[in-house]
């Protein structure tokens, strides 16, 4: 994928634009796909894998344990047969305003109309009133606020989502002007108060319940942190964790869905261990003309910190077409260009007419982004703002991907553990795949004695450029020259039985070699 490498910024023979793609391995940049309806079958949760999919979220905003049990049943099945990894997400209901649409009749709402909002939920949600989730709304707006309602994992399209207008509040309701027609469809619509702190716990109740249980049964990699408002959300939620056994290795993602979240973003960025740049409801919260300058810098600020950046709400149209808008195909090779790390499929895959399609088409995407992103500019910016003195590791991995450019290799392979070294050379943005071999390492509880690497190796699925592959935990984990050589020998067979180490090829290995990290390079004769 690195061999033709264009770059925007010298003049491209305009022609050369059509010359069709080489097959290659895949993207280096990572699809989250929403497992529901639409793509729960072993079948489908197949073809996903197989287009590119490498993290599955389970939202749980919607349906209940035993429903997303059931799609992760198979999707387990999907990856023994496919034999493709994929990690498991799960996502936090959190402070998020709903409106349950018991009957599923779908609601008519005409502009310049009235409509209360109320928490009186025994009622029927109807064109004049809608029960929400939420008893604190009427305190915490006021007349001339902003409200937007759309169907659970709204697109945005216009027909079936409405802005609404506070007019005024009575007791405990809202009353609202209708600014748009639409019909709301579906069973769960979601709501966003523009710019309003809603003073509900970031984990909810129910979602503390969900992760102890779901979640510890599971084993889950990920836990998208929805409406993370504040660093401290974060330190609740990794102690909530850290006394759940195997979900103190969870890594928390924070979804920064809002203002508040932006305001804070620095300190939230320090506490996570990625970022979920969710444009969805961000993309209401902030002025159209500002949604771009905070994925600019929030991405930016990612990669710098070298931990990974997730961007949703790219090919929303999909949902119902086979093919994205100019705009939509633009801004997922824009979101790569901008460095994210992984773009995170909603309606599209979970209730749309395309999930396999999307996925293909969203890698087709990444994959050409990829091969025109500016590797050197951004490899000396990262160098530039790391400064000196480098940690040791840093510098080792910064130099291996160096050093991989400058042969021309056509894989990393990076020996690791904890995951460290690996992610840390991802975040030099190698122009070839990285393959992480992850050293399983014994550890016990008191209890029981169990081997590590198994979430870290899942947890790459996540990164850029990483592809991580699980060593045989029979393999001492202890650096000696012949572990590392019977080691070594098992990645260059799974890389050449992949397809992208071919014979005289050179590779770069990262590895320890006693107490030394060394950085090698090998060319293959066969
Ligand atoms: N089991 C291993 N065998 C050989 N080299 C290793 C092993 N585990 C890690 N390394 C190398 O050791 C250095 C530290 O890597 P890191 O991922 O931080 O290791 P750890 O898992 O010990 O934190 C890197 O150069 C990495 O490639
Ligand atoms: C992904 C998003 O959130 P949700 O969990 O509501 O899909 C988003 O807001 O972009
Ligand atoms: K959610
Ligand atoms: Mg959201």
Redesign the pocket.
Known sequence: MHSNHLLLEEPIRMASILEPSKASFSAMSKIVGTLGPRSRSVEVISACLKAGMSVARFDFSWSDAEYHQGTLENLKAAIKTTKKLCAVMLDTVGPELQVVNKSEKAITLKADDKVILTPDQGQEATSEVLPINFAGLSKAVKKGDTIFIGQYLFTGSETTSVWLEVDEVEGEDVVCVIKNSATLAGSLFTLHASQIRIDLPTLSDKDKQVISTWGVQNKIDFISLSYTRHAEDVREARQFLSKLGDLSQTQIFAKIENVEGLTHFDEILQEADGIILSRGNLGIDLPPEKVFLFQKSAVYKCNMAGKPAVVTRVVDSMTDNLRPTRAEATDVANAVLDGCDAILLGAETLRGLYPIETISIVGKICAEADKVSNQDQYFKKTVKYVGEPMSH?ES??SS?VRAAIKVKASVII???????????IAKYRPTMPVLS?V?P?LKTNQLKWSFTGAF?ARQSLIVRGLFPLL?DPR?P???TNA??ES?LKVALDHGKASGVIKSHDRIV?????GDA???KIIELED
């Open positions: 590791l080792i991995a291996a990076c020996f690791t553990s904890s995951g460290r070294a690996a992610r840390l071999v050293i390492r870290e060593a393999h984990a202890e650096s572990t590392n080691v290995v990262c590895q320890k070699v990290s060394v950085v």
